[in-house]
């Protein structure tokens, strides 16, 4: 299978139990969370796991455990055989999973369970994700011109800061270019426009963010003070509920449109409006907070002849289409796409999914075969899916930007889990894949033609920011602004 993608598809492979150990309840999920968080960090946390016993099929404990999580105890799934039986949603079920072994108070989503949290079985799943798939056609046309509007700001803001400070933070001004450039994109009007919000649109959604995602994320902050304060119990959503108003305020107004399209639907306007909310603040803010500047921190440390390549391919590709960023003219982009995707591979920016067995199963790795039991919970660490030797060959845990290109790197495509399904395949209302798949490849590759129509290099301190702390201007005049 090595390098090549393909595997031997007539060998038995050897039952065995899962092998691994949940320890002592409680007290081992407590040692487990602070080995996770602080004394290992997750990629030592299961590749140790999965060395100490032999599998990459194990089970472990996950955080957060007590007292956020009722029950720890996973089967992990570490390869990129056995990972994808969590797509199969006849074979898992994804109620309330989410965000793994604990669900955040419906409180802080108005008190609805949003999308997310819905199995593809409940009635409403289809419905919203439609409302969704409807959104994101009705506003096709407005994807390039909002991106390159707010970004286009971003690098000017990026280049005064170097002037007069010699360095700008990227990862910062991400945040409120891609605030504004969603919202601009998906309705038309910028959340800095409405009242409700102002400029503090960000800030609240940041917040509104970490009440839901803390039991399984770290702010770099002592473990003294963030296992009591993030991990241990769950943080009051009373004290986030006017920052969600005000939210809510926003999309009321600005997605009228959608939400009559709702109704259409047969969703309550109340509802989808929560649900509206949740796609663009969390799905989508939260998914561009963590990719944009992760594609920005892999390009920096990247071999300074790729940001030659990338430059040249999509200013070619601009000129041909008339000096225009096109959706045509960003499809002949190989290596820029290539680019995004390696990003996603390596880095996948949501790294844990969750499935409950439905029925008793069997799950294969490359090695052998397991019996999982119904009820069971399955775990995936994408990381560990996705840098696979058996399948990506010993380059797997580096970034390559060229892997995808070509028909031979094309066929590593189905390997690519990013958006809770192989990349080859797109969303349904049927499964429970990423609804913005197509968006984020998109945007990402947008990312790469503003800083290359703009720039032939930049360089960039990378640490828990990105820091641009250089750039060349493109000698060659910008086509797209001939
Ligand atoms: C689901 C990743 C951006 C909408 C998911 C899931 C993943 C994911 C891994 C599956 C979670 C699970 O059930 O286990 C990402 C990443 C993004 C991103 C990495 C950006 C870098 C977006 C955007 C949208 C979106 C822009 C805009 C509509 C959704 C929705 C679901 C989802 C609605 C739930 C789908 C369902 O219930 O069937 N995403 N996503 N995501 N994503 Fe994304």
């Known amino acids: 299978m090595e390098g090549s993608g393909e595997g031997s598809r007539d060998v038995v492979l050897p039952s065995r139990p899962v092998p691994g150990s949940y320890g002592v309840p409680f007290i081992s999920a407590v040692r487990d969370r602070l080995d996770f968080f602080y004394l290992q960090g997750e990629d030592k946390y299961f590749e140790s796991r999965a060395e100490r016993y032999g599998s990459t099929v194990v089970r472990l404990n996950v955080p957060p455990g007590p007292f956020i999580a009722r029950d720890p ?8 055989k056995s990972f994808p039986v969590l797509f199969d949603v006849t074979k898992v079920e994804k109620r309330n999973v989410f965000t793994g072994t604990f669900m955040p108070s419906t409180s802080l989503t108005g008190g609805y369970r949003v999308l ?21 056609a009705s506003r096709k046309d407005a994807v390039v011109p909002a991106f390159r509007s707010n970004f286009g700001k971003l690098f000017d803001t990026v280049e005064e800061q170097i002037v007069s400070n010699g360095k700008s933070d990227f990862t910062g001004l991400n945040d409120t270019a891609s605030f504004e450039f969603i919202g601009e994109a998906y309705f038309g009007v910028r959340p800095s426009e409405s009242s409700a919000l102002g400029t503090g649109g960000p800030a609240k959604a940041a917040k509104w963010l970490l009440w839901q995602i803390c039991p399984i994320a770290t702010l770099g902050l002592p473990m003294i003070v963030e296992e009591p304060l993030l991990h241990t119990v769950p943080l009051p959503p009373f004290l986030v509920s006017s920052d969600y108003k005000a939210l809510f305020k926003y999309f009321s107004a600005a997605a009228s449109k959608a939400l009559d399209t709702a109704e259409s639907l047969g969703l309550p306007r109340e509802e989808a409006c929560h649900n509206l909310l949740f796609a663009t603040v969390f799905n989508s803010y939260g998914g561009f907070k963590r990719l944009l500047p992760g594609i920005l921190s892999r390009l920096a440390r990247a071999d300074k002849k790729l940001h030659e390549k990338l430059a040249r391919e999509i200013r070619k590709a601009v000129a041909d289409a008339g000096g225009k960023v096109t959706l045509a ?4 982009m190989e290596l820029t796409k290539s680019v995004v995707w390696e990003t996603l591979r390596v880095d996948p920016p949501v790294k844990f999914q969750y499935g409950r067995a439905k029925a008793d199963l069997q ?46 790197g094309r066929k590593l495509l189905k390997y690519v889990f990013w958006s809770n399904g192989p990349e080859t395949e797109s969303p349904s209302v049927d499964t429970k894949q990423c609804a913005g798949k197509n968006l984020v490849v998109l945007v990402g590759r947008l990312l790469l033609v503003e800083l290359f129509l703009r720039y032939d290099t930049f360089t960039a301190d990378v640490g828990a920011k990105v820091v641009i702390t250089g750039v060349t201007k493109a000698a060659t005049s910008d086509p797209s602004k001939a």
């Open 329 to 332: 003219a960003l499809e002949k």
């Open 116 to 136: 997310s949290y819905l199995d593809p079985s409940e009635p409403n799943h289809a419905k919203v994700k439609q409302l969704l798939f409807s959104l994101l």
């Open 73 to 80: 105890r996973v089967v992990a799934l570490l390869d990129a």
């Open 363 to 408: 799950i294969e790795s490359h090695d052998a075969s397991y019996s999982i039991k119904k009820g069971e919970m399955l775990f995936g660490y994408q990381p560990c899916a996705t840098r696979d030797t058996r399948v990506f060959g010993p380059t797997a845990g580096q970034f390559v930007g060229d892997r995808f290109v070509g028909e031979q």
